[in-house]
Each structure stands twice: as C-alpha cells, then as structure tokens.
C-alpha cells in the first residue's frame, strides 16, 4: 500500500500495431467484349452505307407512297368496271363484225384491237387481280411508322457502341458506366423499334407484297401495257368515228356506246395505273434487293428484318455489360 507523497509505479503498456486497410483488387478491364463492341458499331455504321440500305429504304418508301391512290377500295373497283366495259366492246365489236361482215383491213385500228382483244383485256384482269390481292398487304407495309428511317437508326446505334467500348478499352473508368448505359439506351431503342413501329406485322406483309407484284414490276410488262394502251388508242379513233356508219343494235350497240362514251375515263385510268407501274420498278426493284439481300446471309428475307434489329440491340447490350471494368478475384 502506498502512501501519501510516495512517487505512482509507472506501467508501461506494449505498444499496438498499426491499423492499416485492406488493398482493393485491382481493376480490370475485360477487353474482348469491348472490341466486340467496337466491331459490332464499324459493322453497324459501314453495313447500310455499303449495302445501299438508306437509298433501298427510301425507294420502298416512295414506291408505298405513290401507290396510295391506286389502292383505295373505290378506284379498284372503277379499275374493274373499266375492265368490264372493255370486255363487253370486244364481244359487242365481234358480234357486229360477223353479223355486217365487215371486210378486214376496213377498220385497221378495230382490226388491231379484235385481234388482240382476249389478251389485253386478259392482260389488264391480271394486273388488276395482282393489285387487289396485294391491297391488304400494302395496307399493312403503309403503316410501319419511319420504314426509311430504320438505316439511321443503325448507324446511330453503331456510332454508340464505337464509343461506348472505346471509353470501357481506353477511357477513364469514371466513364464506363455512362457510356454502359448509353450503349444500353440505344440498343433498347433499336430493339424496341419494331414492335412499336409495326415492323413485325409490316415487314412480313411487305415480304408477301413483293412476290405478289413482281410479275407485273418488270419494264416488259410495262411496255406491253403501253403497246396495249396505244391499240385502244387506235381502236377508239375507228369506234367514235367511221364505224358508227356500220349498223349495229341491241346488247352489242349498247356495248360499243358504253366503250365509247367512257374511254376519256377508261383511258385516263389506265395510262395512271401504268404510268405509277413504270415510274417505280426501279423502287420495287430496290425493295425486292432488301428481301434477296437478307437471304443472302442466311436470313429468311424481308420478313427477318425485324428480328435482326433485336438481335443487334441484345448484342449491343450484353458486349456493353461484359465491357464494364470489373475488380479481380483475389487468388488464395
């Protein structure tokens, strides 16, 4: 026990270690998705300048566009009457000439037009036939929402992806999650694209278009239609004014009036519908080279179009994930 004024003992303690922290893993940075990134986005942006897809798109565009007032349910049905009047001149026209034994060469445009009756007016019904049966179709295709847009929507998304695996391959990691979600932002809104545009439904309607109209898109076909058109032409200047010498009645009359009084209407059609046909085979030859070209790299034409864009959005997206710097596993 001490006592008062005796100096304390002094207890001297061991002294501690020193409190350190722990070493973060080191950061690494996954460098294969990110040049995947970086060759997918080249692809992207290279792909539809080289494959001509703006000028293809535009045309199918264009070629929807103008095709717009022969579609409608009303002048298809004026297309079918004219068709109508037609054929019943040409069996009026052939009734008359047995009955007056009209000598041939007398009438050389009416000559002209019996001999070729039965295919032009075949010729027309087909043509006609092929408009109709694509209607509900091109209806379908007129409703995708921006379908000459879809090639800037490509390179946009390219443009992205270059840049997003270029800042997670070489860029301040500060930045690699803003330009992960950028990639993932434009890659949600190609893959997002066609089902808000219509694209599924449009493009595989498209797909059947093509095939339906391609008998009658071709420039052979538009200068028979021409040849046609020129034979009536030659056949109405006989109609309207030497033969109305010859005697002619009942259903036969009544049909060679009707041909006559509306050839300006029946004409006026015709040289539209042709004239809508040569002014854009070039396009539909342009949206026809869109459903062979997908086929070409193994893709079931126009119909998958829509499908790649989702798989490029869900590549896009998973290359943009596996980019991201992530910290290594500590080996034990």
Not at 168 to 190: D, E, H, N, T, Y
Request: glycine letters at 12%.
């Amino acid at each position: 026990m001490t006592t008062l004024g005796e100096p304390l003992l002094t207890l001297e303690l061991p002294s501690a270690p020193p409190v350190t922290a722990g070493v973060a893993a080191p950061l690494r940075r996954p460098k294969g998705p990110a040049l995947g990134l970086i060759g997918l986005g080249v692809l992207l942006v290279l792909g539809p300048i080289i494959g001509g897809l703006f000028a293809k798109t535009a045309a199918g565009e264009q070629m929807i566009e103008q095709f717009a007032p022969h579609m409608q349910s009303d002048v298809l049905a004026r297309y079918g009457s004219d068709i109508h009047i037609l054929r019943n001149g040409a069996t009026g026209i052939d009734t008359v000439y047995r009955a007056q034994h009209v000598p041939s060469g007398r009438y050389p445009g009416i000559d002209e037009f019996r001999g070729q009756s039965t295919a032009i007016v075949g010729r027309a019904s087909g043509l006609l036939d092929r408009v109709e049966g694509a209607r509900g179709d091109y209806q379908q295709v007129a409703r995708i929402g921006g379908f000459d847009r879809i090639p800037f929507l490509i390179v946009i998304c390219g443009i992205v992806d270059i840049y997003g695996g270029c800042v997670m391959l070489a860029g301040r990691r500060s930045r690699a999650w803003p330009a992960a979600i950028l990639v993932i932002v434009a890659s949600a809104a190609i893959a997002v694209y066609p089902v808000v545009s219509g694209l599924f439904g449009g493009a595989q309607a498209g797909q059947r278009m093509v095939h339906s109209l391609a008998p009658v898109m071709t420039p052979h076909e538009v200068r028979q239609l021409q040849n046609d058109f020129i034979v009536l032409v030659g056949a109405d200047g006989d109609l309207s004014t030497t033969f109305r010498g010859v005697p002619h009645a009942g259903q036969s009359a009544t049909a060679i009036t009707a041909l006559v009084k509306d050839w300006p209407r029946i004409s006026s059609d015709l040289a539209s519908l042709v004239g809508v046909i040569n002014d854009n085979t070039g396009n539909f030859d342009a949206l026809n080279d869109l459903d062979t070209s997908t086929r070409a790299v193994g893709l079931s034409g126009l119909g998958s179009f829509p499908w790649l864009l989702v798989g490029i959005g869900v590549v896009s997206t998973g290359l943009a994930i596996g980019a991201l710097p992530r910290r290594e596993k500590e080996s034990r």
